[in-house]
């Protein structure tokens, strides 16, 4: 009997519970329903090809598709990890990552903080407009204006080295020159557009804060340390993580462009390797099979720093 | 990157539905297999033959009906052009591939799509026309050198549509040239001495030392470096020795070449970063005035002087082409002949009644009236004639109304009878005569029809190995030990391989 009871007990808290859910669904229908699209992009252009990833166990033919194809297991990862140059490849995308994060990352937040003390609006919104410029121009062009400036053939860059009686220097040749020449073009195009998160944040910074500092007798610097990077710590965090998630995406165009047959064994990464390797031979599967192993060290990185981030009593990103 | 390459298996999978609405939106057409099935078994001759065609389309939109309406004419056919633009024509043609959708004339895009598709030709996809062609008059005329170059195993399956084979050449600032004495050169001797002219002679008469010889780029195929080759004695690629094929980099005349750049770097007769430079960074170079050469396709003459004229109102350009290495002997690099194929799948082609049908098409398409019909349009409407060579009227009319067509004939100039154009300056006349002239002296890739596996799965990127080691001897940062070297590095990659599966191929 009690058995029964308890049975039947729990049958109705469960309709209980379903019909209230139900409820709740109802009550909330066009929240659910302004969803939606959000919930369709994600599952179609997100989850959906994720499918495709099948691809690196295969011999994928396109005209036999995922079906037909022949299933090879690892073999694929197991040529990428014998390959000779897969460490240099691996470690020329960490070390650009790298330099990006040391170089490229505090750049917008110091111009950010920077742009904040500006008084003067007029000054403040002309600079803003022209830092925020290259950003809209795509990588050929700023790879073609940087060769321009720095060709040996009459580059005004070197014309003012030979006129002040230097030697002539290879930038775009020369194997050391590439990784400066790399980051300083990241800086060059994205620094002023990193800014506007940084401005928006601080922007919503409660004015009162600064002047009880001022009250205290904090100078500009000292307010700057003590109310606007705390304030924004949060945001740089998020970004940071981020940056990070997308770690090996070094922009395969601006890395493709600077690549050239003296500087390959620095500027070959993970991105110009799928394409020269896999994409221009026509091996989709090789090609799947390195863009796997890519979003694996990505997403490792992503959980680490997340982590870090928690113990750090930050909110993370989830 | 990943994402692009997901997305293939996914627009096959999203795609396959929507394929059908989509070839429907390319114009009034049927899908091809239904076309296919109703093309009735027996036809008088009389009636006209349905063939729906898939092709690449370069122009900004679909052409008009126009020139279709006249080639049903001409031809007895009822025709169902699809044009996908060519950009995406890659994906289009895989995803309705997958879907078994091909209609019964299937171009593919270049000799890189040609090669994608060699294993589902191997796979008894598509009819073998091989055999076929000698009951046909006009297909009989294709050059069987091109032929023999878009074989897969030994078999023809393909109409290739045809790209000049021997194009490569000097063009030069003859203003210059004058000025300074010099004839074009018969030699790669001479043909330093002009650089060294150009660069130290002062050519421009601005009494400044800022010109340089020749303007080359970071491509050592496309670029000067393997015209240069060819007439220094390297072979195409590919070349006999000890009666085995070794690729050209292990024959003494490559050194030969890479040590003619690196004294043209050396002593900056050259843009000294041509090896960073791309395409239009070295055009510019002539274009500006600041180069006196350029090596590569001559056929660009019209361009490149166009161009040059705007800045330098003065110049005279002009091209040549006969420029003997030491040996004595002159030498033309060829290329394999093709920009295009057509394919015929087994799925949407029934019989091999069916297929004849189609290729009697083809062979229509090839006779002068309808070539000079694809290519040129309608006459006195779209072009007309001078001396036996066409005129177009309306350069943008042609564009919207006839190129597609062109772009889809078969064969070439010179198989099919159609009118030669109407040169816009007398070099690229020239360079028209000079191309038929150099054919004498063509180089062919002896492994162009020939297949290695291994090469297929990394020959790109072995290549790549020796492109570097070239590059890096020529600016001198390796020397011959460092280059053989690599030659040694490739060779242990895969490179050894892909030579015993060459001639394993080669002695059959």
Redesign the interface.
């Known amino acids: 009997m009690q058995e029964v009871n308890v049975a039947q007990a729990g049958r109705v808290v469960a309709r209980k519970q379903s019909s209230e859910l139900g409820r709740r669904l109802w009550k909330n229908k066009w929240i659910y329903v302004m969803l939606l699209p959000g919930v369709l992009y994600f599952l179609i252009f997100k989850y959906?090809?994720?499918?495709?990833?099948?691809?690196s166990f295969q011999n994928?033919?396109?005209?036999k598709?995922?079906s037909g194809s022949e299933w090879v297991g690892l073999e694929h990862f197991q040529r990428l990890f014998t390959e000779?140059d897969f460490f240099t490849i691996l470690s020329n995308t960490l070390i650009l990552f790298v330099m990006n994060l040391v170089f490229y990352f505090p750049i917008p937040i110091i111009m950010a903080l920077m742009l904040n003390e500006v008084k003067s609006d007029f000054f403040k919104k002309t600079f803003q407009t022209i830092v925020y410029l290259p950003h809209f121009m795509s990588w050929v062009i700023i790879v073609?204006i940087s060769?321009?400036m720095f060709?040996?053939?009459?580059g005004i860059i070197n014309d003012i080295i030979e006129y002040f009686g230097f030697e002539k220097i290879?930038f775009?040749?020369a194997p050391e020159w590439f990784r400066p020449m790399y980051i300083l073009q990241v800086i060059w195009r994205e620094a002023g557009w990193g800014t506007i998160i940084y401005l928006a944040a601080i922007a919503s910074i409660d004015p009162q804060l600064y002047e009880a500092a001022r009250m205290d007798g904090a100078g500009r610097l000292r307010q700057m340390w003590h109310i606007t990077l705390p304030a924004i710590r949060s945001v740089i965090i998020v970004l940071l993580i981020l940056k990070i998630g997308a770690v090996l995406e070094l922009g395969?165009e601006h890395v493709y462009l600077l690549l050239?047959?003296?500087n390959?064994n620095v500027a070959e990464i993970i991105?110009t390797y799928?394409?020269?390797?896999g994409?221009?031979?026509?091996?989709?599967s090789y090609?799947?099979a390195i863009?796997?192993f890519?979003?694996f060290i990505g997403l490792a990185l992503v959980m680490l720093v997340n982590r870090i981030a928690k113990k750090m009593g930050e909110e993370g990103v989830y | 990157?990943?994402?692009k390459?997901?997305?293939?298996?996914?627009s096959?999978?999203l795609v396959s539905s929507f394929a059908l609405a989509a070839c429907a939106d390319g114009g009034k057409t049927t899908p091809a297999a239904t076309t296919g099935a109703e093309t009735p078994k027996a036809t008088a001759d009389n009636t006209p033959t349905a063939i729906t065609i898939m092709a690449p389309l370069n122009t900004a939109q679909t052409p008009p009906d126009t020139i279709i309406k006249e080639l049903e004419k001409l031809t007895n056919t009822k025709l169902t052009y699809q044009f996908f633009p060519a950009d995406t024509y890659e994906e289009k043609l895989?995803t309705t591939?997958?879907t078994g959708a091909l209609p019964q004339v299937t171009y593919l895009k270049n000799q890189?799509t040609f090669?994608?598709m060699k294993?589902?030709i191997r796979?008894g996809?598509f009819w073998e026309i091989g055999p076929l062609l000698k009951d046909f008059p006009n297909l009989s005329k294709l050059k069987a050198t091109t032929n023999d170059n878009t074989k897969v195993d030994g078999k023809l399956y393909t109409l290739y549509r045809g790209v000049d084979i021997a194009r490569q050449g000097l063009i030069y600032r003859k203003d210059w040239a004058d000025k300074l004495g010099l004839k074009p050169p018969a030699t790669t001797d001479d043909l330093y001495a002009m650089m060294k002219a150009f660069v130290e002679n002062d050519p421009d008469g601005n009494g400044k030392k800022?010109t340089?010889g020749l303007t080359d780029r970071?491509d050592l195929i496309y670029g000067a470096y393997k015209t240069v080759a060819t007439w220094l004695g390297v072979p195409n690629n590919w070349g006999e020795k000890d009666g085995k094929l070794q690729p050209e980099f292990m024959f003494p005349e490559y050194v030969a070449t890479m040590d003619y750049f690196k004294k043209l770097r050396n002593e900056g007769l050259i843009?000294?970063?041509f090896?960073?430079?791309?395409k239009?960074?070295q055009q510019k170079?002539f274009t500006n005035g600041?180069a006196g050469m350029y090596i590569g396709a001559m056929t660009d003459v019209s361009t490149l002087n166009k161009d040059l004229i705007k800045n330098v109102p003065t110049a005279v350009v002009d091209v040549h082409s006969m420029v003997a290495g030491p040996s004595g002997k002159f030498a033309s690099w060829a290329l394999p002949g093709f920009a295009n194929v057509v394919l015929f799948p087994k799925s949407a082609i029934k019989t091999e009644a069916d297929l004849k049908k189609i290729l009697a098409f083809f062979d229509k398409m090839m006779t002068p009236e309808v070539a000079n019909l694809a290519n040129w349009g309608i006459k006195d409407v779209n072009y007309s004639v001078i001396d036996n060579k066409a005129k177009k009227l309306d350069e943008e009319k042609w564009t919207r109304e006839v190129k597609p067509f062109t772009d889809a004939a078969i064969g070439d100039e010179d198989t099919s009878g159609r009118f030669l154009g109407i040169p816009t300056i007398p070099a690229q006349g020239k360079a028209d005569e000079l191309k038929i002239a150099n054919l004498k002296f063509a180089v062919q890739d002896p492994v162009a029809a020939l297949d290695s596996k291994t090469y297929?799965?990394?020959?790109?990127?072995l290549q790549?190995v020796i492109?570097?080691a070239?590059?890096?001897y020529i600016?001198g940062?390796i020397d011959k030990a460092g280059f053989d070297k690599a030659v040694e590095d490739w060779k242990s990659?895969g490179g050894s391989k892909i030579i015993e599966e060459y001639n394993a191929l080669y002695k059959k």
């Not at chain 2, 297929?456 to 990127?461: A, I, M, P, R, T």
């Open positions: 959906i090809p994720m499918y495709g990833l099948i691809i994928y033919k396109p005209f598709g995922i000779p073609s060769f321009v060709t040996m053939d009459g290879n775009l040749l395969f050239n047959s003296m390959r991105d799928v394409y020269t390797a994409l221009k031979q026509g091996q989709f090609s799947a863009g796997l890519k979003s | 990157m990943k994402r390459l997901v997305s293939i298996p996914l096959v999978l895989n591939f997958a890189a090669i994608q294993s589902a796979d996809q800022d340089i970071n843009n000294k970063d090896a960073a430079t791309s239009t960074d170079l600041t297929l799965e990394k020959g790109v990127q790549d492109k570097d070239t590059n890096k600016y940062t990659r």
